[in-house]
């Protein structure tokens, strides 16, 4: 597959890929809005994976036959896509994984318990996922350690000068969102790596919300780590992966135990086996990192360029409409942005609101999107959320704004 360098893309086209498009929901077109909790699959995706089951299925690295063989081929030359797409300098950085979340407690576990003492500091931010609080709360409760977070401002900005101040030779890890999936802010992580690293602090990027729109470059970036979740970015459910620098990787200790994670085992101890490979025990999501694969493919054929510019078309249409209607409020209205609206209806509850939509034909996500801090920090218990792919339209942004008057109408 080429890899599109053009700055636009034909939405109709692309919608053909993905055939839950086409899906009606009570008789209705579906408006598919909740893509930062998962997006839809395009078809060379869902082939691949049947396809892999179909004709390859068979264990990695394990077997002399045929089949084990296509399958371990097949399964490391994902690894080296997805190496080349983030840019990594070597598939010894890419470690497979379940999704971000066990990227996030690999390095609490592995990096953190050999790093992190009594007295220390982890700093966070007030906007991250569950997944990126709880690890580091585990981790600081077992060490003794202290968990700080960096504030935000009413719009969803990271206070910088907080930040900086907050940084000291106790600080040992600092792990913050690349993009947060509850307000959208695109975080300005090249200059908090850069701060971090003037003190010889590591940097972990949470990138869920990241890889599925815009490129990323971990070289450039000189993040330390780096997590990805497969299923936001059209591929498969379970699977992901950790990138890390390889010097630091190879430091770190193994976290699970078992298959293939070793180079030999006796009663009297075990040799661990080289990178990646120390970090996957255990028979992996095969037929995921195959799907996640194409999915790369499929997500280069599109132009992470030309998607960015059409979804930033469709944040500033969606955001546009929704501040113009009555008792519609948004949070989170950062300068830089990816294309989540986050947002109340005065009067409705997200959940009602959210229910009221989906007879409508339109998903979104109610509730606290698993960031319960920023839901906290806005004094509400949850908000509607509206995320976008580059396969949204403007008129389903359109049906959106009039499933809500519909359900401003129920409610008045
Ligand atoms: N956010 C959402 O609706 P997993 O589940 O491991 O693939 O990703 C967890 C995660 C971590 N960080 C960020 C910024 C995320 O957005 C997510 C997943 C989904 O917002 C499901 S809660």
Redesign the pocket.
């Known amino acids: 597959m080429s890899t599109n360098t053009d700055r636009t893309i034909d939405v109709e086209a692309i919608r053909r890929d993905f055939p839950v498009l086409e899906r009606k929901i009570y008789d209705r077109p579906l408006v598919y809005l ?1 893509n ?3 997006s839809q699959k395009p078809q060379c995706v869902i082939d691949a994976v049947s396809r892999y089951y179909a004709e390859t299925n068979s264990n990695v690295h394990r077997g002399v036959h045929r089949l084990s063989m296509d399958a371990t081929s097949a399964y490391e030359a994902a690894r080296e896509k997805l190496q080349r797409f983030l840019n990594a300098r070597s598939t010894k950085e890419i470690v497979w994984t ?5 990227s996030i407690n690999l390095v609490a576990q592995s990096l953190g318990r050999s790093k992190v003492q009594a007295g220390d500091e982890v700093l966070i931010s007030q906007m991250e ?1 569950h ?2 609080i709880v690890p580091w709360q585990l981790l600081c409760e077992e060490r003794g350690a202290t968990l700080k977070v960096i504030p935000m401002s009413e719009q969803g900005d990271l206070v910088l000068d907080a930040y900086e101040e907050m940084l000291s030779d106790r600080t040992k890890i600092v792990a913050v ?1 690349h ?4 307000l959208g802010t695109l975080n300005p992580v090249e200059h908090i790596i850069e701060r971090a690293h003037a003190r010889g602090v590591p940097v972990l990027l ?1 990138g ?2 990241a890889t599925p729109h815009m490129k990323v470059d971990v070289q450039a970036l000189n993040c330390d780590f780096y ?1 990805v ?1 497969g ?2 970015m059209f591929g498969p459910t379970g699977i ?1 992966a950790l990138y890390g620098k390889e010097a630091l990787l190879d430091a770190m200790p193994p976290w699970h135990g078992g298959g293939d994670m070793i180079k030999s085992v006796s009663f009297d101890g075990t040799v661990f086996n080289d990178l990646p490979y120390k970090f996957e025990a255990g028979t992996p999501n095969i037929a995921g990192a195959i799907g996640m694969g194409v999915a790369v493919d499929y997500l280069e054929q599109v132009g992470l360029d030309a998607a960015a510019a059409w979804e930033a078309e469709l944040l500033e249409y969606g955001t546009a409409l929704l501040n113009g209607m009555d008792g519609v409020r948004i949070f989170g209205t950062a300068a830089h942005k990816a294309a989540v609206i986050s947002f109340e209806v005065r009067g409705i509850h997200p959940h009602d609101l959210g229910t009221i939509l989906d007879r409508e034909g339109v998903a979104i ?1 109610a509730g606290h ?2 960031a319960q801090p920023v839901m906290e920090f806005y004094g509400v218990a949850a908000t509607a959320r509206a995320s976008m792919a580059f396969y949204n339209t403007k008129s389903e942004l359109d049906a959106l704004a009039a499933a809500i008057e519909k359900a401003q109408d129920l409610f008045a």
């Open positions: 909740d930062a909790a998962t379940r999704g971000t979340t066990e996922h997944s990126n969102a993009v947060s999936n509850a949470d869920a919300q997590t979740s299923h936001k992901g996500r999107h698993c």
